[in-house]
């Protein structure tokens, strides 16, 4: 395949590397190294590809393509689905044989013998971020006169949906927890400017957090930073800033 390929399309002083797509959200060590051999087996792979899809159906660009390759110098496979990055890494692939134990990593089984053969790490994707973020700036300008209730409402729902489908890869993207501080904050300013304060003393953090139940705005955070010092005084923050 790669012979045929570099017939069509010699690279004499290997060009090839130049311009293949790579997956930056990873650590440098976890991306794909680009030996020459994998990267005229992807860019082989991709043409052939390319060339059995009928045109009238549907192309693939290589701009927008990665084409992940699984080899001796690349022990990770990486693809993005559903707006989940992944990267699957071989037990035997592993420098200590350890397997990590965190929130955002799955052991993927052998059904039969039931070993755990290798870990999948997860991160939510840079289109997913993107999504969020245009969702809360969206719920920012709709929200002329509205009540601080459906101000809130809506950020709850917003996050409860962000959550509940993306979980445990949440607290392994740091640039998605570095906006949601960012999104609560925004939101939070905008209540406040309807209260024409700033002044804590007129409207304490706690108001915001505390339940309607109660006369506050039941408002939910996962931005961890943002809770004070001394609330966490019977209570411990976890490695990921969770609190439990």
Known sequence: LIQRYLTEHPDPNNENIVGYNNKKCWPRDARMRLMK???????????DIKNRLPRSV????????FVSVYSKDNPNLLFDMCGFECRILPKCRMAAEELTHRDGVWNLQNEVTKERTAQCFLKVDEESLLKFHNRIRQILMSSGSTTFTKIVNKWNTALIGLMTYFREAVV????????????????????KIG??????ARFPPVVFYTPKEIGGL????????LIPQSDLRWMKQTEAGGVT
């Open 172 to 191: 392994n993207t740091q640039e998605l927890l570095d906006l949601l501080v960012k999104c609560e904050n925004k939101i939070q300013t905008r209540i």
């Open 37 to 47: 051999h994998d990267v005229n087996l992807g860019r082989a792979v991709f043409w």
């Open 195 to 200: 209260l024409n304060s700033k002044m804590p």
């Open 58 to 65: 549907t192309t693939v660009e290589w701009e927008n393509s």
């Open 218 to 225: 039941g408002m939910l955070s996962m931005g961890h930073v």
